[in-house]
């Protein structure tokens, strides 16, 4: 669920106005100035998670920003996470096997949200 969420980040970016004038990596940036943080990005960031573009169950996730970070971090976090650990818990327990309509496979339209509309499979059951 962690590599998931760090790989393949559900929301890409955040927005924030600045309230005092600042200086990152070297870009001024002047108060009042909105500032767009890419998630999604830093998620992949190959100082923090080596090998980034890979998908490793078995990497340390605990810097991963999907749920924000600071005072607005997402205060839903621990019910996604519960949700989908269930879910997946229950895919697990119920479906032996799975076959996936890659032609039927729908992107979320949104600059925001990374994610799927629509799945089709066809399971077969235990
Ligand atoms: C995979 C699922 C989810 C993801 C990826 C996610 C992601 C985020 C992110 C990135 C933020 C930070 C926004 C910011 O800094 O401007 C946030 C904030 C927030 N999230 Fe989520 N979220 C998820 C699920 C949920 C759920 C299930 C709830 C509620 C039931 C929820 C409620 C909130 C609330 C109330 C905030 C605002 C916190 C604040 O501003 O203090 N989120 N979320």
Do not use: W
């Not at 004038?21 to 909105?34: D, K, M, N």
């Not at 205060?75 to 996936?100: C, F, K, N, T």
């Amino acid at each position: 669920m962690e590599e998931t969420l760090r790989f393949d980040t559900s929301s890409q970016m955040v927005l924030r106005v600045t309230r005092t004038p600042l200086e990152i990596h070297g870009q001024a940036i002047p108060e009042g100035g909105r500032v767009l943080l890419l998630i999604g990005s830093a998620n992949r960031d190959g100082t923090v998670f080596p090998d980034p573009d890979r998908y490793d169950l078995d990497r340390d996730t605990s810097r991963l920003v999907s749920f924000g970070s600071g005072r607005h971090f997402c205060m839903g976090a621990p019910l996604a996470r519960l949700e989908a650990r269930i879910g997946l818990g229950e895919l697990v327990e119920r479906v032996a096997s799975y076959d996936i309509d890659p032609d039927g496979i729908e992107r979320v339209h949104s600059t925001n949200v990374r994610g799927l509309a629509a799945i089709p499979t066809s399971v077969k059951l235990r």
